[in-house]
């Protein structure tokens, strides 16, 4: 036997194939963990982004809210012509507030807060960005904070400038945004009258930017991510099965050259001991020349021999006994004395 094996397979796993079996079960189910945290983790990591690129929306409007609205107060408002969607404000006291032109055109003066409504409640029309001017002291009770922008507005007042979540509005989902805002120069021709001062907060822009289609990519970047992590996955499992299968075929090798080793090594042990046998003290009768074996029973030479040993015996006759037994044979001339007597009439 002249086996030859180039693998390395722990010692413990050749013992015990079963042992192997579980170890290669534990490596999946370890694939499977890490393929599941991987998923999870580009889960966590799409959900953040897409909700990164809503809160980005938000501040862009925002900051736009902010340019228009300071460009405004820059110019004390705008006049506008009367119409059924642009009436007098009823709540902005200020001298002016409604003109006539030489043609005798109605005008109304549209405030900052005013223009900023009218472009919010364009905005939800056309994009569903929702968008309004809130105050804990507000000039138009429309204005009045619902429960989340009350709790934020009173958090600037600590210090804060913003807030951001994700709510439901009407079982949908909005990233809600609010920054403050604060009182410039301009704003005190609307609002002195209530006691602030330049740089106090006045209130906040609220922002409500519709998730559903950033939801919508989030569930396609989840999905293409675990299509991939699924392949490799699979790739993963098949290449332990196939080293699985490799590993156990060459452990089968190994146990089956053991085996015959084994086997072999029996066998010698076998002969060896019977050879033994043959060359310890033998008890032989005197006489008869019969081998008394281990059990008490005697044995011929002839039968003993051959059967503790693999020695086969083929029969003949020595000289000696030629002479003894068969005297009138000439060994020399290979025929009987007898024959050359001379026949008697």
């Known amino acids: 036997m002249n086996q030859k094996f180039d693998f390395a397979v722990p010692e413990y ?10 170890y290669i079960w534990g490596m999946v189910a370890l694939w499977t963990v890490i393929i599941g945290a991987l998923f999870i983790f580009n889960s966590i990591s799409i959900k953040k982004a897409f909700s990164s690129l809503a809160r980005l929306e938000a501040v862009v409007s925002f900051n736009k809210d902010t340019v228009y609205r300071r460009w405004a107060t820059m110019h004390g ?3 506008m012509p009367i119409t059924e969607n642009t009436p007098p404000n009823p709540y902005l006291n200020v001298q002016e507030r409604d003109i006539s032109t030489p043609s005798g055109k109605q005008l109304t003066l549209v405030n900052p807060a005013y223009m900023t409504r009218q472009v919010h409640e364009l905005g939800k029309e056309q994009y569903g960005l929702q968008g309004y001017i809130t105050s804990l002291n507000p000039l138009n009770p429309e204005n009045i904070p619902d429960p989340w922008e009350a709790k934020a507005l009173k958090s600037f007042e600590n210090g804060k400038t ?3 979540s994700i709510e439901t509005i009407n079982n949908i989902p909005y990233f809600r945004f609010i920054r403050a805002f604060v009182v410039e120069e301009g704003c005190l021709k609307c609002h002195g009258h209530q006691g602030y001062k330049v740089g106090e907060v006045l209130g906040g822009i609220s922002l409500a930017v519709p998730m559903e289609p950033y939801l919508e990519s989030a569930y396609r970047g989840r999905t293409q991510a675990a299509q991939g992590l699924g392949v490799l996955w699979f790739i993963g499992v098949g290449v332990l099965w196939a080293g699985m299968g490799y590993i156990q075929n060459r452990i089968r090798e190994r146990e089956k050259a053991e085996q015959e080793r084994d086997l072999y090594v029996k066998e010698l ?15 032989i009768c005197s006489f008869c020349k019969k081998i008394r074996d281990d059990k008490g029973y005697w044995n011929s030479i002839e039968s003993y021999i051959h059967k503790h040993s693999e020695a086969k015996f083929s029969h003949g006759i020595c000289q000696e006994c030629i002479k003894k037994h068969y005297s009138d044979y000439d060994i020399n001339d290979n025929k009987s004395k007898k024959d050359d007597e001379p026949i008697k009439n």
């Open 77 to 79: 408002g705008v006049y």
């Open 269 to 283: 042990q076998e002969a060896w001991s019977e050879v033994k046998t043959l060359s310890g003290l033998l008890p």
């Open 162 to 164: 913003e807030k951001a």
């Open 13 to 22: 796993f050749i013992n015990d194939l079963n042992s192997f079996k579980y």
